[in-house]
């Protein structure tokens, strides 16, 4: 039986309503100018509620355009939980009021070091930030698997060893987005 991670902020950061938040994230998406800057390999995009930081977003979104991405490793700031060490999602789909998206097992499997990168899906349970760089790739990129990552209280070793270990598998299918309050 597949396990899925309910939306923590549906309603309440983006509207509940599939139609609604369809029409906003297209009417963001089409103010959006796109670049011509070829394939991007990583995005820095914010993760504040649809009216605050979505147009912003949808600039980076913009330049998925067109693009055949499967896999999105999706990294963020736990708001929630505090831990020492990278918390890897690995229920089997996470959904949004667009639908729901599937992770990529073997992928988090291959992270998962028992030690620096840990499957931890509590910290995931009410947190915002991927959840909510989600609702756009939905919307940009078909076909495709994520990977959910958060991290709390980090130091360059872990983020050195969090980048050794994806940079292993990372692939040109393969993007990053970084989900920050800036």
Same mark, same amino acid.
């Given at each position: 039986?597949?396990? #899925?991670?309910?939306?923590?902020?549906?309603?309440?950061?983006?509207?509940?309503?599939?139609?609604?938040?369809?029409?906003?994230?297209?009417?963001?998406?089409?103010?959006?100018?796109?670049?011509?800057?070829?394939?991007?390999?990583?995005?820095?995009?914010?993760?504040?509620?649809?009216?605050?930081?979505?147009?912003?977003?949808?600039?980076?979104?913009?330049?998925?355009?067109?693009?055949?991405?499967?896999?999105?490793?999706?990294?963020?700031?736990?708001?929630?939980?505090? #831990?020492?060490?990278?918390?890897?999602?690995?229920?089997?789909?996470?959904?949004?009021?667009?639908?729901?998206?599937?992770?990529?097992?073997?992928?988090?499997?291959?992270?998962?070091?028992?030690?620096?990168?840990?499957?931890?899906?509590?910290?995931?349970?009410?947190?915002?930030?991927?959840?909510?760089?989600?609702? #756009?790739?939905?919307?940009?990129?078909?076909? #495709?698997?994520?990977?959910?990552?958060?991290?709390?209280?980090?130091?360059?070793?872990?983020?050195?060893?969090?980048?050794?270990?994806?940079?292993?598998?990372?692939?040109?299918?393969?993007?990053?987005?970084?989900?920050?309050?800036?």
């Amino acid at each position: 039986m597949a396990i #899925f991670l309910q939306p923590a902020v549906s309603g309440l950061f983006y509207p509940k309503e599939k139609k609604e938040l369809k029409g906003q994230i297209l009417s963001f998406l089409k103010k959006a100018k796109k670049e011509d800057w070829g394939k991007p390999k990583i995005l820095i995009l914010p993760h504040a509620g649809i009216v605050y930081s979505s147009q912003t977003a949808a600039f980076g979104f913009k330049q998925l355009g067109g693009q055949d991405f499967k896999k999105v490793i999706l990294l963020g700031a736990s708001h929630t939980s505090w #831990f020492s060490y990278a918390a890897v999602d690995d229920l089997d789909f996470w959904v949004t009021s667009l639908g729901q998206v599937a992770l990529d097992k073997d992928f988090i499997d291959f992270l998962t070091d028992g030690k620096y990168i840990l499957k931890y899906k509590r910290s995931f349970i009410k947190n915002h930030c991927l959840e909510m760089e989600l609702t #756009f790739l939905q919307k940009v990129l078909t076909d #495709f698997k994520i990977v959910p990552i958060l991290l709390s209280e980090v130091d360059s070793f872990l983020i050195e060893k969090l980048a050794e270990k994806i940079a292993q598998k990372i692939d040109k299918k393969t993007l990053v987005v970084v989900s920050s309050d800036l």
